[in-house]
């Protein structure tokens, strides 16, 4: 009996018969020429959408391009990548939320006889000390970094840089806690430190079902 083609060859030979480069099935799937790669050298199973075009394009049913444990690898592989898109959505949710402590009243500015609350600008403008500047520093960099992470996530970037802005993120996050408890400033310490916890949270339970 012969033995059933693994999904990678299948498809491989599907569109060798086609007579169709690697770059060329990308376009008609509308996909990345990485990500057909990937598929073809085993590296991974296309979502459900994509293997029903892969199943149209070529006139075979999608029994024919997958046996049943890779069907249920398949369906695994888009349970974690749905997975992972909600964890990066909640990390660029966090990171972003931080730009809000440049504009809250957090900051005390000493007056006759009490201390007035005010945003950072303007707490900056009213002692006018330079050291002030640096608090706008980690509260710049981690909106943007939950803009990166965003976008890579949008654009399919490769596990490596998604892990590379992550950790970027967490390193910057760690130094904007360090920053803001030296300078003494007790409510944005307590939210930066919150927003440390969540997102050390998220990352634990990401990291406890990658090992099921």
Known sequence: MEKRKE??????????????TQQQLAER?????TAVS???????????????????LF??????????????????????TASDSRIAAAFAALDIAVLALVFLPLYGIPEPGFIRAAPLPEYYA???????LT?????????????????TRAFGASPRTAKAVRTI???VHVFAVLLFAAARQPYATAILFALLVAKTAIAMRA???RER
Do not use: C
Not at 29 to 33: E, M, T
Not at 38 to 56: F, H, R
């Open 126 to 132: 009213a002692l006018g000390e330079p050291v002030v």
């Open 59 to 80: 006139d075979v049913s999608i029994d024919e391009l997958l046996s049943g444990s890779e069907v249920l690898g398949a369906a695994e592989q888009e349970n974690r």
């Open 29 to 33: 799937l509308h996909v990345s020429r």
């Open 135 to 151: 608090y706008f520093v980690p509260l710049v960099l981690l909106p943007l970094a939950g803009t990166a992470e965003a976008v």
């Open 38 to 56: 990937k598929w073809e050298t085993g590296g991974g199973y296309p979502n459900l959408d994509s293997l029903k075009d892969i199943a149209v």
């Open 207 to 209: 990291l406890k079902r």
């Open 7 to 20: 999904f990678n060859e299948t498809l491989a030979q599907l569109r060798s018969d086609r007579g169709m």
């Open 169 to 171: 993120s967490f390193g």
